[in-house]
C-alpha cells in the first residue's frame, strides 16, 4: 500500500472518530426534552391536595383540582351514615356528581396523574366526572390516592375496567410521600427532577 493511501486512509479514520466523539449536533449531545406533567386531582379533605402539589412542584407539572359543582360537607363526607352523599354516590351506579372545573387540553401533556381519597375501596365518583370530560383516549395515566386504610389496587382495577381505552399505570398509595421518595417513583415515568 503506497504511502499516500495509508495517509488518507489515517485521515478518514481520524475524521469519522471526531464527528462520531461528538463533535457534531448528535442526538447524544442534546439535552433530553422534559415532559409536561399534569397533576389532576380531587380533595375532599385537603390530605390528597398536598400529594398533588408536592408531585407538581417536583415534576415542575401543572396543578389541576378537579371541583364537585356542590362542595362536600362533613355530613356529606360521613362514610357511616347510609344517607349521606358519599355513600350513595359510591352505591348507585347511576349517581354522577357534576364538576365546576373546565376541560383540560389533555394532548399538551405527556405524563397525567390523577389523584384521589380512596372511597369504599374505589376512587370517588367525581373522578369519574373528569374522566367523562376528557379525551384521554389511549392516553397514559398514572393515578394515585390517600387512604386511611385502603390500598390503591382495587380502585385502579375498577377504572381499569370503566375505561379500558386508557394505559393506566398500576398506581400508588401516597399517604405520606416524601420528596425523595417522589422524586425516585417519578423517575421511573421518565420525570428528572
Same mark, same amino acid.
Given at each position: 500500500? $503506497?504511502?499516500?493511501?495509508?495517509?488518507?486512509?489515517?485521515?478518514?479514520?481520524?475524521?469519522?472518530?471526531?464527528? #462520531?466523539?461528538?463533535?457534531? %449536533? @448528535?442526538?447524544? %449531545?442534546?439535552? *433530553?426534552?422534559?415532559?409536561? /406533567?399534569?397533576?389532576?386531582?380531587? $380533595? =375532599?379533605? &385537603?390530605?390528597?391536595?398536598?400529594?398533588?402539589?408536592?408531585?407538581?412542584?417536583? $415534576?415542575?407539572?401543572?396543578?389541576?383540582?378537579?371541583v364537585p359543582a356542590?362542595? !362536600?360537607?362533613?355530613?356529606?363526607?360521613?362514610?357511616?351514615?347510609?344517607?349521606?352523599?358519599? !355513600?350513595?354516590?359510591?352505591?348507585?351506579?347511576? $349517581?354522577? *356528581?357534576?364538576?365546576?372545573?373546565?376541560?383540560?387540553?389533555? #394532548?399538551?401533556?405527556?405524563?397525567?396523574?390523577?389523584?384521589? *381519597?380512596? +372511597?369504599?375501596?374505589?376512587? *370517588?365518583?367525581?373522578? %369519574?366526572?373528569?374522566?367523562?370530560?376528557?379525551?384521554?383516549?389511549?392516553? !397514559? /395515566?398514572?393515578?394515585?390516592?390517600?387512604? @386511611?386504610?385502603?390500598?390503591? &389496587?382495587?380502585? /385502579?382495577d375498577s377504572l381499569?375496567?370503566?375505561?379500558?381505552?386508557?394505559?393506566?399505570? #398500576?398506581?400508588?398509595?401516597? @399517604? #405520606?410521600?416524601?420528596? =425523595?421518595?417522589?422524586?425516585? +417513583?417519578?423517575?421511573?415515568?421518565?420525570?428528572?427532577?
Amino acid at each position: 500500500m $503506497s504511502r499516500k493511501i495509508m495517509i488518507s486512509l489515517a485521515a478518514l479514520i481520524m475524521m469519522m472518530t471526531i464527528s #462520531s466523539c461528538g463533535g457534531g %449536533n @448528535n442526538a447524544e %449531545n442534546e439535552k *433530553p426534552k422534559q415532559k409536561r /406533567v399534569l397533576v389532576a386531582y380531587f $380533595s =375532599a379533605t &385537603g390530605k390528597t391536595k398536598k400529594v398533588a402539589e408536592d408531585i407538581a412542584r417536583i $415534576s415542575g407539572g401543572d396543578l389541576h383540582e378537579i371541583v364537585p359543582a356542590k362542595p !362536600y360537607s362533613a355530613a356529606d363526607l360521613d362514610w357511616t351514615d347510609e344517607k349521606s352523599r358519599s !355513600y350513595v354516590e359510591m352505591h348507585e351506579s347511576d $349517581s354522577l *356528581p357534576e364538576t365546576t372545573d373546565s376541560v383540560v387540553d389533555i #394532548s399538551s401533556y405527556d405524563v397525567i396523574f390523577i389523584g384521589y *381519597p380512596i +372511597w369504599w375501596e374505589q376512587a *370517588p365518583r367525581v373522578i %369519574n366526572s373528569f374522566i367523562d370530560k376528557q379525551e384521554l383516549g389511549k392516553r !397514559y /395515566v398514572i393515578p394515585f390516592a390517600t387512604s @386511611n386504610g385502603s390500598q390503591i &389496587g382495587e380502585s /385502579v382495577d375498577s377504572l381499569k375496567s370503566q375505561y379500558p381505552g386508557i394505559y393506566w399505570d #398500576s398506581g400508588k398509595l401516597l @399517604n #405520606s410521600a416524601s420528596d =425523595a421518595g417522589l422524586i425516585k +417513583w417519578m423517575k421511573g415515568f421518565g420525570i428528572k427532577r
